[in-house]
Structures are given as C-alpha cells and as structure tokens.
C-alpha cells in the first residue's frame, strides 16, 4: 500500500482543517469497473467509463462540537490521467454506528464513487465525526458538525489533488441519502452563508433526509419504527454536543433500555442495537417486535414534560438541527420516496415547501413512489448523479480521444462480437490493451 504522509495547513478565517495522512488503497483498472457496472446490475447510462481511479483513505483535522480540532476520517476517488479540470462530487452517507459501516472502510464497495471518478469526478466522502477512524462519539444528525466535517474535507481535497496535478475546475456538487440527505442540506446551508469566496455550490440534491427534526421526523416516534434505534442515537449524540437532556440516562430511558448507551461505541451495526431493544421490549414489557415504538422506550414523565414544555432541552436539540429557516441559493433536486417508513415523506414536502417560493434557482421534489427507505435509495442515487452530469462540464471530447489515443487497439469486433479486421459502415467495437471499451459508428 502506497502511503503519503504530510501536514497542510489550511490558512482561512473560517476553515482550521488539515489533513495529516492520506493511503492508496485501492485502485480501479478500467476492466475493474465495467465489472462494478456488471456484478452490481448497474445500467450503463448512469455513467461514462472515461478513467481509471485511484481511491485513497485520509485522516484530517476538523473542529468537534466544542470547535476543538480532531481527527476524523474519509475517502477520495481520483480520475487518473485526467487532462482538464475536473468537478468535485461530495457524497454524504447514510446512518451508520459501526465504524466498519464507514465510507473510509468501504472503499472497495462504493460504487458511487467508483462509477463518479470514472466519469469524470473528484469524489469525497467524509465519515464525519467520531466514525471511521476518526476520534470521538459521533454527533448523529447534528447539522453543524456534520457540515464542518464534509466542508473541511472538500477544501482538504482540493488542495490534494493539486499536488496530483489534477486541477479542479469550480464545480461543486453535493449529494446524500438518508442521514446524508440531512448533511448534504446542512452542508447547502453553511456554503451558501459563510463560505461565499471559498466554495460555491453548483447544485445539490438531499434525499430522504430528516430536515424537519422537530416536527416531521419527531412525529415518527409513536409509529411502529423499523429501526427504533436511531432514537437512542439522537439522544445520545444531542446530550454530547449539548450536556442539557438528562442529568441521567434513566430521566429519559426506562428500565432495561438506559444500558444501549454501551452499543454506540463504534462495535456494533444498527441491526444488532435494533435486535437488542426489540429484546428488552419483549422480555421486560412483553411488547412484541411488530408493535413496538420508540415511545415505548420513553419514560411518561419526560414525554409529557417535551410535550407540554416549549423550552424543553430535548426540544430545543430537535429545532436546532431542523433545516428550514435558509433559502439555497444553487439549483437543489429533493428525491423522496412517499413509502418512507424510516424518515416521514413530510420532510422533504416541507422543505419543498419552505424553499421553492423564495427560490431564484431551480427547485424540484421528485417522489419516487411507494417504495421503502431502502428500496428508495438506488433509483434515487442514480437521479441525482443523472441531475448533476447535466449541469457538470467534463473534459470535451478532443480530450478524451487524446487519451484514448495513447491506448493500443487490440481487436476489433461486430455487432454480432466476431473479430474483424477493419471497420465497416456499421457498428463496431474495440477493444483496448488497457480493457477500455469504445463503440464506432462509421458512415
């Protein structure tokens, strides 16, 4: 594994960043990711196979809840041999507990940022806080730390390729799912009021992400839930960033459920912790998987007290995070579908509806139908790159025979895939040393 180790600072009244290490590991031949495109039943119009890519795995500085510097982790896709400016593509993941779970960790397994770098993007993705490799408990859903993470790492990124001599061309496109799409939107939001002269946003697009925490999400809590343990998550990442919602866990948790505190170090996956409650349910209250909410974690005394409190700490955490009260400035797409039983279609109807009077950029709520959280997030991702590709400015197309003109041409083939020894007034393919494929339309 070939590893670069520096320290850059990054000098900026608003952005303490820097990055300390940076590992490649991996790399993606060009037969590596037609492959990707193959086994992982990927149609061939989300993308051009245009590069190699280099992914690497960094560790950067970024300031926590406290704004003191920490160590946090995330990954970058590099087109290789690109010969113009490229854009940058900043995917925010989803919910994840384990650290395994984390996009650094997953570098061979991501395919957006294989099949993005391979088009044509710079692709960065942070863990955020506390996940990863990075240092700390992480802040689930928590809107300022979550941006600082994702905007010191695009800056970090910049600088980075630079030294690769990849040049970077001003484009910037933001794109998360779930809990990503909660980040991305945070991210729209910081940009957009604070880093006018260092980043500007091309366009954006949120999915499925919680943006009303405190009304359309909050609402979701005396639902049968199918993974009650995000609830856990919040109270415990909102109690590290805010030290207001209980003085002891037992205030909030009844009996059996204050101990889940343990399972959000980073060891398990979202699945063990949701088996878990669903076990303390059944044997302590002989509530059942399939009619359990995550009210029914909750003690009365302090539901009623949110309830009926406008200044309850627990509250104020919620309203804090929601994502509401801006107007992007940049062309947005929200992608929902209204079958989401993990994060309310209300969300992104509200934000629809906050943002698309006062909008002077284009704004669209796309619903991807009945489908669920997870059977949304595919056709949502593949919208969203399809959204950005019409917007992003790619090397022409006199660039990229110029690097086709350095490969070696193999065979030749028909329609039919018989080798031919010249090209004729039809269809034909070749087939390069590197594995690249083209297909020629002579006339």
């Given at each position: 594994?070939?590893?670069?180790?520096?320290?850059?600072?990054?000098?900026?009244?608003?952005s303490?960043?820097?990055?300390?290490?940076s590992?490649?590991e991996?790399?993606?031949?060009?037969?590596?990711?037609?492959?990707?495109?193959?086994?992982?039943?990927l149609p061939?119009?989300?993308?051009?196979?245009?590069?190699?890519?280099?992914?690497?795995?960094?560790?950067?500085?970024?300031p926590?809840?406290?704004?003191a510097?920490?160590?946090?982790s995330?990954?970058?896709f590099?087109p290789?041999?690109?010969?113009?400016?490229?854009?940058?593509?900043?995917?925010?993941?989803?919910?994840?507990?384990?650290?395994?779970?984390?996009?650094?960790?997953?570098?061979?397994?991501?395919?957006?940022?294989?099949?993005?770098?391979?088009?044509?993007?710079?692709?960065?993705?942070?863990?955020y806080?506390?996940?990863?490799s990075?240092?700390?408990?992480?802040?689930?859903?928590h809107?300022?730390?979550?941006?600082s993470?994702v905007?010191?790492?695009?800056?970090?990124?910049?600088?980075?390729?630079?030294l690769l001599?990849?040049?970077?061309?001003?484009?910037?496109?933001?794109?998360?799912?779930?809990?990503?799409?909660?980040?991305?939107?945070?991210?729209?939001?910081?940009?957009?009021?604070?880093?006018?002269?260092?980043?500007?946003?091309?366009?954006?697009?949120?999915?499925?992400?919680?943006?009303?925490?405190?009304?359309?999400?909050?609402?979701?809590?005396?639902?049968?839930?199918?993974?009650p343990?995000?609830?856990?998550?919040?109270?415990?990442?909102?109690?590290n960033?805010?030290?207001?919602?209980?003085n002891?866990?037992?205030?909030?948790?009844?009996?059996?459920?204050e101990?889940?505190?343990?399972?959000?170090?980073?060891?398990?996956?979202?699945?063990?912790?949701?088996?878990?409650?669903?076990?303390?349910?059944s044997e302590?209250?002989?509530?059942?998987?399939t009619?359990?909410?995550?009210?029914?974690?909750?003690?009365?005394?302090?539901?009623?007290?949110?309830?009926?409190?406008?200044?309850?700490?627990?509250?104020?955490?919620?309203?804090?995070?929601?994502?509401?009260?801006?107007?992007?400035?940049?062309?947005?797409?929200?992608i929902?579908?209204?079958?989401?039983?993990?994060?309310?279609?209300?969300?992104?109807?509200?934000?629809?509806?906050?943002?698309?009077?006062?909008?002077?950029?284009?704004?669209?709520?796309?619903?991807?139908?009945?489908?669920?959280?997870?059977?949304?997030?595919?056709s949502?991702?593949?919208?969203?790159?399809?959204?950005?590709?019409?917007?992003?400015?790619?090397?022409?197309?006199?660039?990229?025979?110029?690097?086709?003109?350095k490969?070696?041409?193999?065979?030749?083939?028909?329609?039919?895939?018989?080798v031919i020894?010249?090209e004729?007034?039809?269809?034909?393919?070749?087939?390069?040393?590197?594995?690249?494929v083209?297909?020629?339309?002579?006339f």
């Amino acid at each position: 594994m070939k590893k670069i180790l520096y320290l850059l600072a990054i000098i900026s009244y608003f952005s303490f960043s820097q990055i300390i290490s940076s590992d490649l590991e991996e790399s993606f031949s060009i037969v590596d990711i037609q492959d990707i495109y193959t086994f992982g039943d990927l149609p061939s119009y989300i993308g051009d196979i245009n590069y190699e890519v280099d992914a690497y795995k960094v560790l950067y500085y970024t300031p926590n809840e406290n704004g003191a510097l920490v160590m946090a982790s995330g990954s970058l896709f590099i087109p290789i041999n690109s010969n113009c400016p490229v854009p940058i593509l900043s995917w925010q993941h989803g919910t994840v507990v384990s650290d395994l779970g984390a996009p650094s960790e997953n570098i061979s397994n991501s395919a957006i940022g294989i099949v993005a770098a391979s088009h044509g993007y710079v692709v960065v993705m942070s863990d955020y806080l506390g996940l990863g490799s990075g240092e700390g408990f992480h802040n689930y859903c928590h809107a300022d730390t979550e941006a600082s993470a994702v905007i010191d790492l695009i800056m970090d990124a910049n600088t980075f390729v630079n030294l690769l001599d990849i040049e970077t061309n001003g484009q910037l496109f933001l794109m998360g799912y779930s809990q990503g799409g909660h980040a991305t939107m945070a991210t729209v939001k910081e940009l957009e009021e604070n880093f006018i002269n260092e980043l500007n946003v091309t366009a954006s697009a949120p999915m499925a992400g919680p943006y009303s925490m405190s009304e359309a999400q909050a609402e979701m809590l005396n639902t049968v839930y199918p993974n009650p343990g995000y609830f856990p998550y919040i109270i415990f990442a909102y109690q590290n960033v805010y030290n207001n919602l209980y003085n002891d866990i037992s205030e909030i948790l009844r009996p059996g459920f204050e101990d889940l505190f343990d399972m959000y170090d980073g060891t398990y996956s979202m699945n063990d912790i949701n088996e878990s409650i669903w076990s303390i349910a059944s044997e302590i209250y002989g509530i059942d998987s399939t009619t359990f909410t995550p009210l029914d974690m909750i003690n009365e005394d302090y539901y009623y007290a949110y309830q009926n409190n406008e200044n309850h700490p627990f509250r104020l955490a919620l309203e804090e995070n929601d994502l509401l009260d801006f107007i992007p400035q940049s062309p947005m797409r929200l992608i929902h579908c209204n079958g989401d039983n993990d994060v309310s279609y209300e969300n992104s109807v509200m934000a629809f509806d906050a943002f698309s009077p006062f909008m002077n950029e284009e704004i669209f709520l796309l619903d991807g139908g009945g489908f669920n959280h997870s059977e949304c997030a595919k056709s949502s991702i593949i919208s969203a790159k399809l959204f950005f590709d019409g917007l992003a400015t790619f090397c022409s197309e006199t660039d990229l025979e110029e690097l086709h003109s350095k490969q070696k041409i193999l065979k030749r083939f028909n329609i039919l895939g018989q080798v031919i020894t010249q090209e004729n007034k039809s269809l034909s393919i070749r087939l390069y040393d590197d594995g690249s494929v083209d297909k020629i339309i002579v006339f």
